[in-house]
């Protein structure tokens, strides 16, 4: 078996996927096909929320106005090159692989979605946000939306390959020993 024998497309488009992963090697991931660089949107709103009880208020604006891409609109808007071979790579993916790496997504966009509705309604019904109204809420949805995008950078960094155990992992399995 070779090492590209387990990437995550579709049979039929191995050889044209192995081009194209030639052309695009610093933008996509070559064991899952997919680029790194999508998470990227979603680090965003992670450091938004984590951050939010200390930059309060100048960030409230700019969290309530993030918005989320799908992996095409990233790479369409993207001013990065190769971004057209990205799209083209994502649609060759096995179509269980891509649909477990955007089920993955949802979650993260569920998440977050969530922590703009409930900032944008404190904000709302409050003056002005303080850190303390806010904060307990920030690190509990900001550690959740951490374990999903850890989930998702499994997906982009390892494909069908078992992912190393995470440090966590290991400190949680240790201790339960």
């Known amino acids: 078996m070779t090492a590209h024998s387990k990437l995550p ?3 039929c488009h191995l050889m044209e996927t192995l081009d194209l ?11 899952s096909g997919i680029a790194n660089d999508f998470l990227n949107q979603y680090n965003e709103v992670l450091l938004l929320v984590e951050n939010l009880p200390v930059l309060l208020p100048e960030m409230v604006d700019e969290l309530l106005a993030w918005k989320r891409k799908s992996y095409e609109e990233y790479f369409t808007t993207s001013p990065l090159p190769g971004g057209d071979i990205a799209i083209k790579i994502y649609g060759m993916l096995d179509a269980g692989f891509k649909n477990r790496f955007e089920t993955q997504i949802a979650k993260i966009n569920k998440v977050a979605d969530k922590a703009i509705e409930v900032i944008g309604e404190r904000n709302r019904l409050s003056q002005e946000l303080t850190a303390e109204e806010v904060e307990t809420f920030c690190k509990q949805i900001s550690k959740t939306m951490r374990e999903e ?5 499994r997906l982009v960094n390892y494909g069908l390959a078992l992912a190393p155990e ?3 992992a290991l400190a949680d399995r240790l201790m339960q020993a």
């Open 166 to 168: 995470t440090s966590q």
């Open 21 to 31: 992963l030639k052309q695009a090697s610093n933008l996509v991931n070559p064991s």
């Open 149 to 153: 995008m850890e989930s998702a950078a």
């Open 9 to 11: 497309v579709a049979s």
